[in-house]
C-alpha cells in the first residue's frame, strides 16, 4: 500500500513558475516508477510527466518538455515536479500516481494515486 500526498500547487502568474512535491508513505517508494497528471474542467485527466524507479529515466508530454522537470529522491520517498514558464493552459489540478507495470503514460496503469493540488496560471 502506497499513500500519496501532493503538495505546492497555487496561483501564479503567466511566465512564472511552481514546484509540486508528492510525499509517499510506505518503504516500498523506489519500487515504483511515478507519474505525474493533471485534470483541467471539462476534461480528461492527462499524462505530464513519469520518472523511472531509479531516476534515471523520465519521459514528457510534449506540450510541457522544455518547460517541466520530473525528479524524485527516494531517501526522503518524494517525487517532485518543476514547473517553468507556466502558461494558462496548464491550469489543472495535478496528480501523482505510482505504478509497478513498467513506465506507463496511461491512467488505468496506475495503482496509487494522490488527492491532488490545484495549480491556477494567470493571464
Known amino acids: 500500500q502506497v499513500q500519496l500526498v501532493e503538495s505546492g500547487g497555487g496561483l501564479v502568474q503567466a511566465g512564472g513558475s511552481l514546484r509540486l512535491s508528492c510525499a509517499a508513505s510506505?518503504?516500498?517508494?523506489?519500487?515504483?516508477?511515478m507519474g505525474w497528471f493533471r485534470q483541467a474542467p471539462g476534461k480528461e485527466r492527462e499524462f505530464v510527466a513519469l520518472?523511472?524507479?531509479?531516476?534515471?529515466?523520465?519521459y514528457y508530454e510534449d506540450s510541457v518538455k522544455g518547460r517541466f522537470t520530473i525528479s524524485r529522491d527516494n531517501a526522503k520517498n518524494t517525487v517532485y515536479l518543476q514547473m517553468n514558464s507556466l502558461n494558462p493552459e496548464d491550469t489543472a489540478v495535478y496528480y501523482c500516481?505510482?505504478?509497478?507495470?513498467?513506465?506507463?503514460?496511461?491512467?488505468?496503469?496506475?495503482?496509487?494515486w494522490g488527492q491532488g493540488t490545484q495549480v491556477t496560471v494567470s493571464s
Open positions: 500516481a505510482a505504478t509497478d507495470l513498467g513506465v506507463p503514460i496511461t491512467t488505468w496503469a496506475y495503482k496509487y
Open positions: 510506505g518503504r516500498t517508494f523506489s519500487s515504483y516508477a
Open positions: 520518472i523511472n524507479w531509479s531516476g534515471g529515466g523520465t
